[in-house]
C-alpha cells in the first residue's frame, strides 16, 4: 500500500493513500486524502492522543485497473 500520514502543528493530521476495490474480477483504485483535526468536541474517532474529526476528503477519479 502506498499510505502515508503526516501531522501537521499538534492538532492536523493529513492521510493519503490508494483505496483498492474489487468486485467479482474487476479491480479499479483512487487516491484518497483525508485531514483529520483534533477536537475536543468531536464524536468520530477516539484515540490515545484525543478526538478526532475528519474535515476533509478527497477521492480521484477511479483508475481502470491495479495491478500491483
Known amino acids: 500500500c502506498d499510505e ?3 501531522i ?8 493519503t493513500y490508494v483505496r483498492i476495490v474489487q468486485t467479482g474480477t474487476s479491480t479499479t483504485s483512487s487516491e484518497e486524502t483525508r485531514v483529520w483535526q ?3 468536541d468531536a464524536q468520530t474517532l477516539h484515540t490515545a492522543l484525543g ?3 475528519l474535515v476533509h476528503f478527497h477521492r480521484s477519479h477511479p483508475k481502470a485497473h491495479y495491478s500491483p
Do not use: V
Not at 501537521?8 to 492521510?15: E, F, K, Q, S, V
Open 38 to 40: 483534533r477536537s475536543p
Open 8 to 15: 501537521i502543528g499538534n492538532d492536523t493530521a493529513l492521510a
Open 4 to 6: 502515508a500520514i503526516r
Open 51 to 53: 478526538k478526532w474529526k
